[in-house]
């Protein structure tokens, strides 16, 4: 008995070293888990932080339990606005966002919030330390942290 020939790839792209190209696709299921009332709200146009309900800390992304005590978190709306805090340029990325390169990835503050949040700033063509940025969603929804971004507040 023989193992059948296949009759496409992998293709060899170089000989020396050898080197062949292989495409494959892998289909995941992600559970956002208790994460999910932060997308659920994402699908609304709405920012949901986390604070902790022993010691207040107000955390800008979703966390069930607070870092500092231990304490369970409630969810609460972040503002729709905020302050570039820090920022930089991609000019690599994963493959899902490589065709988008360069592009800028800044972490955005927010009054009376604790914790930072990161987003891709988008129609700022130079983003500087302190600008003031409002949230935009995206109209066709993709579940994902990718549905918000931010632009220069005028
Ligand atoms: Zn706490």
């Not at 994460?35 to 949901?48: E, T």
């Not at 302050?83 to 990835?105: A, I």
């Not at 949230?135 to 990718?146: D, G």
């Amino acid at each position: 008995m023989k193992l059948p020939e296949k009759t496409e790839g992998p293709w060899v792209t170089s000989f020396d070293p050898l080197t062949r190209q292989w495409t494959y696709t892998v289909t995941y299921n992600v559970s956002y888990a208790e994460d999910s009332p932060f997308f659920h709200a994402l699908g609304h146009n709405k920012l949901l932080g986390s604070e902790c309900q022993k010691c207040r800390y107000r955390y800008a992304t979703p966390r069930t339990v607070c870092m500092y005590c231990g304490g369970p978190t409630d969810w609460f709306e972040l503002p729709l606005e905020g302050r570039v805090h820090s920022w930089t340029t991609c000019h690599f990325s994963g493959e899902p966002y490589l065709s988008e390169c360069p592009f800028h990835l800044g972490l955005i503050e927010f009054d009376r919030v604790d914790t930072l949040f990161m987003t891709r700033l988008v129609g700022i063509e130079q983003p500087r330390i302190g600008m003031p940025v409002r949230a935009c969603f995206r109209r066709k929804k993709t579940w994902s942290v990718n549905d918000v971004y931010f632009v220069k507040k005028e």
